[in-house]
């Protein structure tokens, strides 16, 4: 598609990717992922510093024993591995309904204007 350009007074084309980018379809793709992306980012953000605070300022409560030789801040470590795990499953079920189905029609819109 072209369009004319008014600073240059010449014909200026824009890709169909430009163009779909304009889109209300796309702009909600958009919208949707930065609904799930921004929050658990900061959430899991405040979770690793919350362990790296409680490590610096309570050495003596991450050193507690829970069971044996396994203490509060070994817990709260390994924890960090499972949240992350958490995070990329829920963020999966989440694209599988809410993202894919769409990015998949702008797909189609795309390949089907390139033809």
């Known amino acids: ?14 890709t169909v990717y430009e163009q779909v980018e304009r889109t209300d379809e796309f702009q909600d ?12 980012s900061a959430a899991f953000l405040l979770w690793y510093l919350l ?8 050495p003596a409560f991450m050193a507690t024993e829970l069971v044996g030789n396994i203490t509060v801040g070994l817990v709260i470590g390994l924890l960090q591995f499972v949240s992350t795990f958490a995070i990329t499953a829920a963020y999966v079920h989440y694209a599988n309904r809410h993202l894919d189905p769409r990015a998949e029609r702008l797909r189609e819109r795309i390949e089907g204007a390139d033809t």
């Open 1 to 14: 598609m072209s369009h004319i350009d008014p600073s240059a007074g010449r014909p200026a084309t824009t």
């Open 29 to 40: 793709l958009r919208r949707r992922l930065r609904q799930f992306v921004f929050p658990m």
């Open 51 to 58: 362990y790296v605070l409680l490590a610096t300022y309570a």
